[in-house]
């Protein structure tokens, strides 16, 4: 798991030239604002760079669904960590025998991260853009996560 401080941190370039061909990002926190419904520009370029690469995107959010400024596959009400309805899309749309190399890019270790060891992504944790305007569960997970965090920072 590489944990990295925002989305444009990320080297994509890495990730491609590693195999990597289809790029999983949560939305809340991670690309924008809770309940926001705008893909900030620095984003768009990333996706449009990916794009250019042939690599799949989509997002897989938890929150409600909501129209964004971009046309990009999503996926609202989740249910991360569960993977049930990633792989009933997956199914759907590329069929069961797929040649795709995942990695999940979130802010959250119990939703996203949990959900991309269910589906064997490479694991790409951001700090959460705003931790003042969440969800009120998410709050009571994220001092478990902070618990988790220096914990592992100690083991390694």
Known sequence: MEILKKVTDID?????D???NFFIFDFDNTINT???KEIPNKIIEIFE???KKNAKILILSNGKPRPLNYDIETIWLAKKP?????KKYIVSNYGKK?????AMIGDQIFTDMLFGLFIKAYLIK???IDTNH???VTKILRKFEKILLNFSKHML
């Open 12 to 16: 994509f370039n890495k990730l491609l």
């Open 18 to 20: 590693k195999g990597f």
């Open 34 to 36: 809770w309940k926001e």
């Open 49 to 51: 760079f990916l794009k």
């Open 82 to 86: 569960l993977p049930f309805k990633f």
């Open 98 to 102: 797929n040649n795709f190399k995942f």
């Open 126 to 128: 951001v700090n959460p």
């Open 134 to 136: 969440e969800f009120f």
